[in-house]
């Protein structure tokens, strides 16, 4: 049978390795004058949701350049930052309780169940392949009773999709999830009790956004009149204004909980059971 934690339904673009560090050491120069990346209401939203703990160890993975890492730090015991690029972390700043690994998330590292939370902020439209293979990594180092926060930026409803989907074709392969498919990646991994909450970003600057981009000129220009010339159901529903010469729009971040199921912990040797006991007395001499 079909493991169905193998498979995400997601669409599987092949992507080019070291064209995708690349990419993400074009972004990395600029990455933290991003106003949606540095926003603090989405943060404080996304921690929030998190209920960390003194003593918890967390992993954060695609950490970049440490934002989440750094936020969560001082309420927990120790945060370890995980990313594929080194360009990313270059910027991530190690200090206290903080440290960074470069690694894939789809290749193992760390022990069955060692993390308390495991954070993944705008990470996962980024993983084409193996995107459930992903989550079911977070979901297997995660303690039992551990808990997963996640995060994804949306399309506001689904009549606009495809116009996300066409702005987001020129500036990178990427997978566009709604609401429902975050939830199936999350219980495929086997997470339990899985909850949304819905962020918006209010007013944030396109060409805030275009400018930290990495991208070339053109391709900022292109993206830029898809929303300046966009169509009336686009503007309604990221409530579009301009506002001295930018776009200003609303942006809707799903932020998702799920656990892992306690289970059950074992406390040293299987237990013999009665009968193998008896059996057990019978042949003593
Ligand atoms: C948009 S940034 C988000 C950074 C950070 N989580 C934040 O909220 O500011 C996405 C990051 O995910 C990393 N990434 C993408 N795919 C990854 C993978 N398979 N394993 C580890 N990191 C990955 C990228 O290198 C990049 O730094």
């Known amino acids: ?7 995400g339904g997601f669409s599987a673009r092949r992507g080019n390795r070291s064209g995708d560090l690349e990419f993400w050491k074009l972004r990395a120069r600029t990455y933290n004058r991003l106003q949606w990346a540095q926003q603090s209401s989405c943060l404080r939203a996304f921690v929030r949701a998190g209920g960390f703990r003194k003593g918890d160890v967390v992993l954060d993975v695609g950490t970049g350049t440490g934002i989440v890492a750094h936020a969560v730090a001082p309420m927990v015991a120790e945060v370890i930052g995980l990313d594929k690029s080194q360009d990313m972390l270059a910027h991530s700043n190690w ?3 903080k440290y ?37 990594e977070c979901h297997r180092v995660l303690k039992p009773g551990g808990l997963m926060v996640f995060s994804e930026g949306i399309p506001p409803c689904a009549e606009v999709k ?21 939830v199936r990646l999350m219980r495929r991994a086997g997470f339990r009790n899985i909850r949304v909450r819905i962020h918006w970003m209010r007013r944030m600057s396109v060409r805030n956004w275009l400018e930290n981009s990495g991208l070339p000129p053109s391709v900022q220009r292109t993206i830029f009149l898809l929303h300046e010339e966009a169509r009336p159901a686009f503007r309604r529903a990221y409530r579009l204004m ?16 799920g656990e892992k ?20 007395r019978r042949s003593e001499p």
């Open 162 to 182: 495809p116009d996300y989907e066409e702005i987001f074709r020129h500036k990178e392969k990427r997978l566009t999830f709604m609401e429902g498919d975050l």
């Open 261 to 280: 199921e306690a289970g059950v912990v074992s406390d040293g040797p299987p237990r013999k059971s009665a009968r193998f006991r008896r059996a057990l």
């Open 95 to 97: 200090r206290g309780n």
């Open 100 to 136: 960074f690994i470069r690694r894939d998330i789809r290749t193992p590292i760390f022990a069955d169940g060692v993390f308390d939370k495991v954070t993944a902020r705008m990470v996962f439209h980024h993983i084409l392949e193996g995107t459930q293979e992903a989550m079911n």
């Open 1 to 7: 049978m079909r493991d169905p934690r193998r498979s």
């Open 242 to 257: 301009h506002v001295r010469g930018d776009c200003l729009i609303d942006m809707k971040m799903a932020i998702l909980t």
